[in-house]
């Protein structure tokens, strides 16, 4: 049977692939991502010199790597993906319609708006839960800032194509029913996506659960990846520069060990919600009245 898309199904639910194909395809994206990391965290403390190959430490180096392992990966998954499936890669961003620059534009200035102004009432509402010391410009800030603004757009976006774009259908397609298949595509890759964040405080590993539901929501709600790209590059790239300027002039850390969360993540958790609803509103209301 040919695997191609049916037109007749859902964005996350639209992959025809045999149960093992998909198994394989999911731990074997997995595997890469983890071992792509490695490699490259490998590399990064060669050249900053020190023992501890996972800092948390986020130096330019170690960023870099983080960054680049992620786009990487998200490359080979995508091209894998698509020859497994035996469809077209671009079938992997958006179906059943084509590609939108415009609504990456459109809802990468929503997005900004909206995380900021999370940023903003987490700064009022719980100062003492951001981390920021004040602000400071060093070398190692500008550096920081370089490879945030230069390779986070790639590790966002990264994410998103593993996550959304190649596990989501990939898990899915062992259920056939479109709508059910949705619903495992959904929860399978929403799971993976914060269990690879390896939280072990319980409010950052609900964080990384409403993120990757949300942007799930949003892809097929909108039935393509933009809107959860948009999303997701701005958050990283809000997020990444404050803490990076407004670390002193010193190298940010970032901790996922127990406590390192706390009720201030309900801010950010709000702000993705109200970005899913936005998203919701503005695709039923841009879809033609039948």
């Known amino acids: 049977m040919a695997n191609d898309p049916q037109i007749?199904?859902?964005y996350g639910a639209h992959l025809h692939l045999a149960r093992w194909r998909s198994a394989l395809l999911v731990v074997g994206i997995l595997i890469l991502f983890f071992a792509l990391q490695?490699?490259?965290?490998?590399?990064?403390s060669l050249i900053d010199g020190r023992e501890d190959l996972f800092t948390p430490?986020?130096?330019?180096?170690?960023?870099?790597?983080?960054?680049?392992?992620?786009?990487?990966?998200?490359?080979?998954a995508l091209l894998l993906t698509a020859r497994?499936?035996?469809?077209?890669?671009?079938?992997?961003?958006?179906?059943?319609?084509?590609?939108?620059?415009?609504?990456?534009?459109?809802?990468?200035?929503?997005?900004?708006?909206?995380?900021?102004?999370?940023?903003?009432?987490?700064?009022?509402?719980?100062?003492?839960?951001?981390g920021w010391v004040g602000f400071g410009i060093t070398g190692t800030t500008v550096a920081l800032?370089?490879?945030?603004?230069?390779?986070?757009?790639?590790?966002?976006a990264g994410e998103?194509?593993?996550?959304?774009?190649?596990?989501?259908?990939?898990?899915?397609?062992?259920?056939?029913?479109?709508?059910?298949?949705?619903?495992?595509?959904?929860?399978?890759?929403?799971?993976?996506?914060?269990?690879?964040?390896?939280?072990?405080?319980?409010?950052l590993f609900a964080y990384y659960l409403v993120l990757g539901l949300g942007t799930a929501?949003?892809?097929?709600?909108?039935?393509?990846?933009?809107?959860s790209i948009a999303f997701h590059v701005a958050n990283n790239l809000v997020t990444s520069t404050l803490n990076t300027v407004l670390a002193g002039g010193e190298t940010p850390a970032f901790d996922r060990d127990v406590g390192a969360g706390g009720?201030?993540?309900?801010?950010?958790?709000?702000?993705?919600?109200?970005?899913?609803?936005?998203?919701?509103?503005?695709?039923?209301?841009?879809?033609?009245?039948?």
């Open 38 to 44: 490695f490699a490259f965290y490998a590399a990064s």
């Open 160 to 203: 998103e194509l593993i996550f959304r774009g190649s596990l989501m259908p990939a898990i899915a397609s062992w259920v056939r029913p479109a709508r059910p298949a949705l619903i495992a595509g959904i929860a399978g890759s929403t799971i993976l996506f914060a269990l690879v964040h390896v939280s072990f405080d319980p409010w």
């Open 57 to 76: 430490a986020m130096t330019p180096t170690t960023q870099l790597a983080n960054n680049l392992s992620v786009a990487a990966t998200a490359l080979i």
């Open 84 to 130: 497994t499936a035996r469809v077209p890669w671009r079938r992997l961003l958006t179906h059943p319609r084509g590609i939108d620059l415009r609504r990456l534009g459109r809802y990468g200035v929503l997005s900004l708006t909206l995380v900021a102004a999370g940023a903003g009432a987490t700064a009022l509402l719980a100062p003492e839960a951001t």
């Open 145 to 156: 800032l370089a490879v945030s603004v230069l390779t986070a757009p790639l590790q966002s």
């Open 8 to 10: 007749n199904r859902p």
């Open 263 to 290: 009720p201030s993540y309900l801010i950010l958790m709000a702000v993705n919600v109200a970005v899913v609803a936005v998203v919701w509103w503005r695709e039923r209301a841009a879809r033609p009245r039948r």
């Open 217 to 227: 929501v949003m892809a097929v709600v909108s039935r393509g990846l933009e809107a």
